[in-house]
């Protein structure tokens, strides 16, 4: 039987890394084993859940390309089914109304704490003989008294756990809504999802919901709980360790392979392989390989793939990521060189295409100031009389490509007798305001003649300032 996976955020912040992980990892069981990942929003807690986090979470995963066969399917949409299985649970006894008061739990709470013990529910309005006319009930789900659940995580392995220690759920509130480990077991139930892949700290749920199953005549899924990601300080990943919401990550220009490649990693291993292209990714992942200790995340990898991820990118993915990073900052991208040269000239040399953005603003528009330590180093007084030469010969120029200008650039160096460092160091920074660039024709060929001309008419003004 094919498998059928879900992601079951809850609209209460916004989708970050973590739960990126978690669907991923949905997803890709999915699409390994020819099944379906299902979307679901559990939005059940109307007080905390928000359209903006509910549109944060559909576009994260937009960008990220984890398309769902079924969903998005939202919670809110199923009162009306829950009603029904809550009525039928009573009727069946396999739940009851119950008629404590605030006062009582926090008693019972209070004797247990005395004893030492853990406080829970003591069941006094089980035998269903308690019914009272002041209090609005909440429903409780009969929670077997004694055995065991036995949880043969696929992650985490076998965990068992005492009836004894689990007391009756609230499944119901006195208002009428259901909660979440009811809405849940409902759901996956008639979403016939075969195994749930969530976070680690769902565990202690999970032995309440496999109960449920049972009372509902179901058979429970496979459970796999992965275990937490934490930040590089060691503590719990969270809002301190930066990027909050997912989408962050496309502003600070990586690609959504690059982001899934190394939260694939992250938690999961296949041999040393570091990078997977989508396609790998969905051949090869599997439960099996998944670790079963925390993970921490290092930002300092995740721009190590990035790199890697740009550099095999199809030309037409960067062009675009690069013309929408250059317009968000305000450069026109019809103001220079095609952006296909650009994309190829700067590809290797860029971690992020922020950073790729941020090398290719010369070739747009003029640079507004000469790095100060590279016009320090190579725009001295003796720079002068091969920068008049290179003007020269540029302005001469017809056949602006990489190899006759390159040309120029090595006739120069000859003519004066020095090496071509001293001609294309000086050059380049007159070209970019810095000393580091692609190859030099390259460059001239992505800042064009006319500015080209400009620029060295500019750094001879420098030049000259600086003799002074
Ligand atoms: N809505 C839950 C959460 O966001 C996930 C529930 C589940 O995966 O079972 O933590």
């Known amino acids: 039987m094919p498998p059928r996976t879900r992601f079951a955020p809850s609209p209460t912040g916004y989708l970050h890394i973590g739960s990126v992980r978690t669907a991923l990892y949905a997803w890709l069981y999915a699409r390994r084993h020819g099944g379906e990942y299902i979307l679901r929003i559990e939005d059940t807690d109307r007080e905390r859940s928000t359209q903006e986090a509910v549109d944060a979470i559909l576009n994260g995963l937009d960008w990220l390309g984890l398309d ?9 949409q199923r009162f009306g089914r829950y009603r029904e299985v809550l009525d039928r649970l009573l009727e069946q006894d396999k739940a009851y109304r119950c008629y404590c008061t605030r006062e009582e739990i926090d008693a019972m709470r209070a004797a247990a704490m005395d004893k030492g013990e853990k406080p829970r529910y003591d069941g006094r309005c089980r035998s269903g003989d ?20 036995v949880l043969d995580d696929l992650v985490k392995g076998r965990i068992v756990f005492d009836n004894a220690e689990l007391d009756d759920l609230i499944i119901a509130r ?10 849940v077991v409902v759901d996956d139930a008639d979403m016939r999802i075969t195994h749930v892949i969530r976070g680690d700290d ?16 179901v058979e429970p899924p496979a459970y796999a709980h992965l275990p937490m990601i934490h930040g590089p300080d060691g503590a719990k990943l969270s809002k301190r360790h930066g990027a909050v919401n997912v989408l962050e990550y496309r502003a600070m220009g990586f690609l959504p392979q690059a ?9 999961w291993s296949h041999g040393d392989q570091e990078i997977f292209t989508l396609e790998e990714m969905q051949r090869l992942f599997d439960l099996d390989k998944v670790s079963r200790s925390a993970a921490s995340f290092d930002p300092m990898k995740l721009l190590w793939v990035n790199q890697q991820h740009i550099q095999a990118a199809p030309e037409e993915q960067l062009v675009g990521l690069l013309r929408g990073q250059l317009e968000a900052q305000g450069v026109d991208p019809a103001s220079g060189p095609p952006l296909e040269l650009t994309v190829e000239a700067l590809r290797e040399r860029s971690q992020t295409i922020l950073e790729m953005a941020e090398q290719a603003h010369c070739y ?26 290179l003007r020269e010969a540029f302005g001469a120029l017809d056949d602006w490509s990489e190899s006759a200008t390159q040309q120029v ?25 810095r000393a580091a660039s692609p190859g030099i024709g390259v460059t001239l060929v992505l800042v064009g003649k ?3 001309l400009e620029r060295i008419d500019r750094a001879l003004r420098y030049v000259d300032s600086r003799g002074q």
Do not use: C
């Open 130 to 149: 308690r019914v009272r006319g002041d209090v609005e009930p909440v429903v409780r789900f009969k929670n077997p008294l004694s055995g065991e659940v």
């Open 450 to 452: 006319a500015r080209t």
């Open 409 to 433: 650039v090595e006739r120069v160096a000859e003519g004066r007798g020095v090496k071509l460092g001293k001609v294309a160091q000086p050059l380049r920074v007159a070209l970019t305001g």
């Open 202 to 217: 769902h565990v202690n749920n999970t032995p309440r919901q496999i109960n449920m199953f049972r009372a509902l005549g």
């Open 68 to 76: 769902a066969d079924e969903g998005p399917i939202y919670q809110t």
């Open 259 to 267: 982001l899934l490649n190394y939260l694939l990693r992250l938690g």
């Open 174 to 183: 006195s208002d009428g809504t259901p909660t979440y480990n009811f809405t």
């Open 364 to 389: 747009y528009e003029e640079y507004e100031e000469l790095d100060e330590k590279s016009a320090k180093a190579h725009l001295r007084p003796v720079a002068r009389e091969v920068l008049v030469d």
